[in-house]
């Protein structure tokens, strides 16, 4: 990485200020303030292997530095190092799958010194479902460019064979022009199938689903509400104008209340961050994740316990979704990585 900042009057490398800042977000810090409280309070034997040891960085100075990044190229050098490490414990006997999802970064929407309001930085990223690892993300205009950046977001998978591959997103890339990719790619994919494609949605609904038998039942039990979920697979022989496309699934999620502060928003101070620094402290928090749950650290969260109130009644929802044509398993435990971490940790 070229150090963007100008040569005269630098006190702390640029390597130094990102190795500080992945050693604290591993901690959990998630502002520049956490960091540089962190790095100040560190003993005099780490500090001096950090190289931080004669004088500590203050927060303005990694902020600087971090926000003046390339983030695009960042993003490229963290990826393809998470890329290889991945590709090493890749589920044997089963298909790789990726998720691609969009997300708008907390704390990058602000006021600038006109007044003006400045829209959040919106991340598209893609996921290994089985190591559940961030192995790529690009900066979007917005939520609406991620259409755009669906295929230039799989080209930076240089180590990640996508032939036999499963790519699962949400309806908003339920496109043809994605799909005609995938297929060319010699990829499998899951899409949803919602009201921004009516007719293909009808064409679903019109499927002999009351004939068909359940397939899966899942109940689950998280975030303040039960979830019970039935999925019905058909393959699809004709009447079905998207290409490629070989079964459909229809989804119907019934879901309940029951905890009685199921609604409650809790509220987070956080630190605006302009310039790059949203998307690079992004990616830091992305490479602390991965290394630890590539070397086969697992979180754990205890549950609370609640009163449950009067059985409201249940909310069903039908969703339709296409998918592949044959069976395939998308999560399981990560396999254990630490003969390939050690070197870098």
């Given at each position: 990485?070229?150090?963007?900042r100008?040569?005269?009057?630098?006190?702390?490398?640029l390597?130094?200020?990102?190795?500080?800042?992945?050693?604290?977000?591993?901690?959990?810090?998630?502002?520049?303030?956490?960091?540089?409280?962190?790095v100040?309070?560190?003993?005099?034997?780490?500090?001096?292997?950090?190289?931080?040891?004669?004088?500590?960085?203050?927060?303005?100075?990694?902020?600087?530095?971090?926000?003046?990044?390339?983030?695009?190229a960042?993003?490229a050098v963290?990826?393809?190092?998470?890329?290889?490490?991945?590709?090493?414990?890749?589920?044997?006997?089963?298909?790789?799958?990726?998720?691609?999802?969009?997300?708008?970064?907390?704390?990058s929407?602000?006021?600038?010194?006109?007044?003006?309001?400045?829209?959040?930085?919106?991340?598209?990223a893609v996921?290994?479902q089985?190591?559940?690892?961030v192995?790529?993300q690009?900066?979007?205009?917005?939520?609406?460019?991620e259409?755009?950046?669906?295929t230039?977001?799989?080209?930076?998978?240089?180590?990640?064979d996508l032939?036999?591959?499963?790519?699962?997103?949400?309806?908003?890339?339920?496109?043809?022009?994605?799909v005609?990719?995938?297929h060319?790619?010699?990829?499998?994919?899951?899409?949803?199938?919602?009201?921004?494609?009516p007719?293909?949605r009808?064409q679903?609904?019109?499927?002999?689903?009351?004939?068909?038998?359940?397939?899966?039942?899942a109940?689950a039990?998280a975030?303040?509400?039960?979830?019970?979920?039935?999925?019905?697979?058909?393959?699809?022989?004709?009447?079905?104008e998207?290409?490629?496309?070989?079964q459909?699934?229809?989804?119907?999620?019934?879901?309940?209340?029951?905890?009685?502060?199921?609604?409650?928003?809790?509220?987070?101070?956080?630190?605006?961050?302009?310039?790059?620094?949203?998307?690079v402290?992004?990616?830091?928090?992305n490479?602390?994740i991965?290394?630890?749950?590539?070397?086969?650290?697992?979180q754990?969260?205890?549950?609370?316990?609640?009163?449950?109130?009067?059985?409201?009644?249940?909310?069903p929802?039908?969703?339709?979704?296409?998918?592949?044509?044959?069976?395939?398993?998308?999560?399981?435990?990560?396999?254990?990585?630490?003969?390939?971490?050690?070197?870098?940790?």
């Amino acid at each position: 990485m070229v150090d963007p900042r100008n040569a005269r009057g630098i006190r702390h490398r640029l390597v130094v200020l990102l190795t500080v800042a992945v050693c604290t977000v591993s901690t959990g810090a998630r502002s520049f303030v956490a960091v540089a409280e962190w790095v100040a309070d560190l003993p005099a034997t780490p500090a001096d292997t950090l190289g931080t040891g004669g004088r500590c960085p203050s927060e303005s100075t990694i902020r600087r530095a971090v926000g003046a990044m390339d983030a695009d190229a960042f993003d490229a050098v963290i990826g393809g190092l998470v890329q290889q490490l991945c590709a090493a414990v890749a589920p044997a006997g089963r298909r790789r799958v990726l998720a691609v999802d969009g997300k708008t970064l907390r704390g990058s929407r602000h006021i600038d010194r006109d007044g003006n309001v400045v829209v959040g930085r919106h991340l598209l990223a893609v996921i290994d479902q089985h190591t559940r690892v961030v192995l790529g993300q690009l900066d979007v205009a917005g939520k609406t460019s991620e259409i755009t950046a669906f295929t230039p977001l799989l080209d930076t998978l240089t180590s990640i064979d996508l032939a036999e591959t499963v790519i699962t997103a949400d309806a908003l890339h339920t496109q043809r022009e994605h799909v005609a990719d995938l297929h060319a790619r010699g990829a499998h994919w899951v899409l949803s199938v919602k009201g921004n494609q009516p007719r293909l949605r009808r064409q679903l609904a019109a499927r002999p689903w009351r004939q068909v038998e359940i397939s899966h039942r899942a109940v689950a039990t998280a975030h303040g509400r039960r979830e019970i979920r039935t999925c019905k697979i058909v393959t699809i022989a004709a009447g079905i104008e998207f290409p490629h496309a070989a079964q459909a699934v229809q989804i119907i999620r019934k879901s309940r209340p029951i905890s009685a502060r199921t609604g409650k928003k809790s509220r987070w101070r956080t630190e605006t961050r302009t310039g790059a620094a949203p998307q690079v402290m992004a990616t830091l928090r992305n490479l602390a994740i991965s290394l630890h749950r590539l070397a086969g650290a697992h979180q754990h969260r205890r549950r609370a316990t609640t009163s449950r109130p009067r059985r409201p009644p249940t909310t069903p929802t039908t969703q339709h979704h296409l998918t592949l044509p044959t069976p395939w398993v998308g999560h399981g435990a990560a396999d254990q990585a630490s003969d390939h971490l050690s070197p870098l940790l």
